[in-house]
């Protein structure tokens, strides 16, 4: 049995186990050591509770463990296990355990629990050498997570970024095998088509103008995620592109929720049209709130491009992944440690460094003037799907029942 530990049900890793089920060639069971997701709790991030609106536990088996666990998951403490994973596993007949990281302590007793059960591990992580540079204490936190990648048999990386990290902590190239980073692409490409024709309504309804190309931020308004940058760059962009209409769309909340709405031109606020902010017709800029997974895609079809200009905490930036699939290019900047493989292959213009605000702007007008067509997106976007994961999984899974090694 493929015994699979995640720290609680995580609406990106669902899918997987959903697919897994669905195909039935591996006998495997999700052990949760959380039920964060499931009921609305407080989120720091967005600064208001969250809970996702989608099944997070139908079509797949799984059980929750008896944790020492926080209400929610924001330390590398706030989640511990109590004793008996490896006794747990052994009586499952579990051959192969998959974790999903080393953020939490449970993950390391998990480590050495199956170390000492004789059970094969498998990793897979988002850590990139950018996200992993520079901190009081680095080099001790390395040493550290060496001797934790030692015992790992297999590593499931996730992107490009993701493989270069394996490789400089001295994983064999033989250990790595892919996993992209997905979501459930037919799910939002399907939201979108069917909301489509719904496009010139859900922009009326929030104050977009008609004509105008709107520019999307969506996720948690914090300072690592830089969205300051992107109204700064359009400032610019609107003085350079005279008599072409731009405009901006927030999704989500934050921290910087009310600084935001000051930086910009509101004319829409979580509900209310501004008519005399509305009526200026440029330079304005929509705040939608916090929309769940069953409604983000509504921002998908309204917006012509998301903006993710987050500094290199970013490990990936699955938003991206969310937009491609449902048709809509992306901007990143090469902080993002999805930006190797979603961004710059086909379009190395939409892609700039990190802060640099004038490169920002040159990428924005580029997309402008030379949109990405949805079936092209379409095409990338499908690299990144769940089938490639799932054919990972079940081959690895295949070679350790047979005893095969990766040394």
């Known amino acids: 049995m493929l015994a699979v530990l995640t720290t609680h049900p995580i609406q990106y890793q669902v899918p997987v186990w ?21 009921e609305a709790r407080f ?22 463990l008896d944790t020492n666990s926080g ?52 990793l ?29 048999d297999r590593f499931l990386y996730i992107g490009e970024a993701n493989r270069q990290f394996y490789l400089e902590q001295g994983v064999a190239t033989e250990q790595l095998a892919p996993a992209p980073y997905c979501v459930d692409n037919a799910r939002f490409a399907a939201a979108a088509a069917a909301l489509r024709p719904e496009r010139c309504r859900i922009r009326h309804e929030w104050g977009i103008p008609a004509e105008a190309f709107c520019f999307l931020f969506a996720g948690k308004f914090l300072r690592r995620k ?13 003085n350079a592109i005279q008599g072409k209409e731009t405009h901006l769309l927030w999704v989500g909340t934050g921290e910087l929720d009310g600084e935001l709405r000051k930086a910009c031109n509101v004319c829409f606020n979580g509900g209310t049209i501004d008519p005399i902010n509305a009526s200026r017709r440029t330079g304005t800029a929509s705040f939608v709130g916090f929309l769940n997974q069953s409604e983000i ?8 491009c998301l903006v993710l200009p987050s500094d290199a905490s970013e490990t990936w930036g699955l938003v991206v992944n969310e937009a491609m699939a449902s048709g809509l290019p992306c901007i990143v900047s090469d902080g993002c440690g999805c930006a190797e493989d979603l961004v710059k292959p086909l379009w190395p ?30 095409r990338h976007i499908s690299k990144y799907d769940i089938a490639p994961t799932l054919d990972t999984v079940e081959d690895l899974y295949f070679q350790a029942s047979k005893g095969v090694t990766a040394s």
Do not use: H
């Open 124 to 152: 897979r992580g988002e850590t990139n050498t950018r996200s992993n540079a520079g901190g009081i204490g680095t080099q001790f936190k390395r040493r550290l997570l060496r001797q934790l990648l030692r015992r790992v």
């Open 226 to 238: 830089r969205p300051f940058d992107l109204v700064e760059s359009t400032r610019r962009l609107r």
């Open 71 to 122: 209400p929610w998951l924001d330390s590398f403490c706030s989640l511990r296990l109590k004793r008996g994973l490896g006794r747990t596993l052994r009586r499952r007949g579990a051959q192969v355990l998959w974790i999903q990281g080393w953020q939490v302590a449970a993950y390391w007793q998990a480590v050495f629990e199956a170390r000492r059960a004789d059970i094969n591990i498998w």
């Open 349 to 378: 213009d939409l892609c700039y460094p990190v802060g640099d605000i004038i490169a920002l702007e040159r990428a924005m007008a580029a997309v402008i003037e030379d949109t990405p067509s949805i079936e092209i997106l379409a």
């Open 43 to 64: 989120d720091p991030g967005f600064g208001r509770s969250v809970s996702w609106d989608v099944d997070l536990l139908g079509g797949y088996e799984y059980e929750f």
């Open 18 to 38: 959903k697919g897994l089920a669905a195909r039935g060639n591996i006998p495997f069971s999700v052990f949760y050591m959380n039920d964060q997701g499931l």
């Open 297 to 304: 895609s509504r921002a998908y079809v309204a917006a012509d």
